[in-house]
């Protein structure tokens, strides 16, 4: 578990980062979101102190970081740097191995541990011999994730990982990240200023604004109960995307036709309105079978499904 009690940064004039708490639950993922220069990395740096706080303090795991060296607290969390920040001169296989090597791990651990990560991040193994610049942006970032990763930290800090990436290559390798095991039983914190990023990974979301936190929660709660015009407004323009991708068949369950007779496979309810949008549509828009929790079916076409997401948007807006 991490958590900050009222931490501040200042350089100089610039009040960086202004009285910042909260705290993340084991395996949690908490996105800190904002716009550029809201103090989103400066936040992140004080966890593993890479920047030291002028005020507050950070426990992890009810340990104060300030107790423990800055060398074996880094080499106990695993970071993923904004622009990837691979070394030049090293390979791959030297990249990954830097922490396990300050660690003293033998050769044999080293090498299978590498295999492992490159596999599960569908890294060809040919790659392990070349140099970064020999590498897309892609693979370079599934380097940095690799590094941060190699010594199954249980805390991983994540600035920006996917910031390097066009949108196409950034949307495939976020549904990867999402889907990784290993990540499953880590305490993330990651930074975005992409709010579509944040929708996609967050457990909760800590949204900031001039260093300080303006609200934190569910991507749900930071839609449907914003809690100033801020929050409204950052939200505004991609409104319709995020629903989409929130809200999901449980949520609207009361708003679509009665229990349907039809067999067949079935969807579960945890679907979010976008997949089941996405499963229609990749069906040829034949209807599609879902159990709610209580074990009830109901058999919907597309007009069924966004008629549904409608009462129950109007019904938020009422509530
Ligand atoms: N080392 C530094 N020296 C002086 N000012 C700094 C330093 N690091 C950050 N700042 C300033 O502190 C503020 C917060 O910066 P920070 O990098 O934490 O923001 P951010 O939200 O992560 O932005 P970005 O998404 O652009 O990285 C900014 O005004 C920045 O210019």
């Not at 044999?108 to 140099?131: V, Y």
Request: charged residues 25%; contains cysteine.
């Amino acid at each position: 578990m991490i958590e900050l009690k009222g931490i501040s940064k200042n350089f100089g004039d610039t009040r960086a980062v202004k009285q910042v708490s909260f705290k993340v639950s084991e395996k949690e993922t908490l996105v800190l979101l904002g716009t550029s220069g809201c103090g989103k990395t400066t936040t992140l740096k004080m966890i593993n102190r890479l920047i030291e706080p002028d005020e507050g303090q950070v426990l992890i795991n009810g340990e104060n970081v300030i107790d423990q060296d800055p060398d074996m607290l880094r080499k106990g969390i695993g970071y993923v740097m904004q622009n990837i920040g691979l070394f030049p001169h090293y390979t791959i296989a030297e990249n990954i191995a830097l922490v396990p090597k300050l660690l003293k791990w033998d050769k044999e651990k080293i090498k299978s541990r590498t295999e492992e990560l490159i596999q599960k991040l569908h890294l060809p193994e040919s790659t392990l011999t070349m140099f970064p610049h020999e590498l897309s942006g892609g693979q370079q970032q599934r380097v940095g994730l690799a590094r941060a990763l190699v010594t199954d930290p249980s805390v991983l800090l994540m600035d920006e990982p996917f910031g390097a990436l066009d949108n196409v290559t950034r949307a495939s390798i976020q549904k990867e990240f999402k889907a990784l095991e290993e990540l499953k039983r880590k305490t993330i914190v990651m930074v975005t200023h992409d709010v579509q990023e944040a929708f996609e990974l967050a457990d909760r979301i800590c949204l900031m604004d001039k260093g300080e936190v303006v609200q934190i929660g569910t991507p749900k709660e930071l839609l449907y109960k914003p809690v100033n015009d801020f929050a409204r407004n950052f939200l505004a323009s991609q409104r319709l995307a995020l629903e989409f991708k929130v809200v999901v068949i449980q949520d609207i369950w009361a708003y679509l036709p009665k229990e349907s007779l039809k067999d067949g496979d079935s969807h579960s309810a945890d679907l979010s309105v976008w997949e089941a949008m996405e499963l229609l549509r990749n069906n040829n828009h034949s209807d599609l079978r879902i159990t709610c929790s209580n074990q009830e079916n109901k058999t919907i076409n597309f007009e069924q499904l966004t008629k549904g997401f409608n009462q129950f948007q109007n019904a938020q807006v009422h509530e």
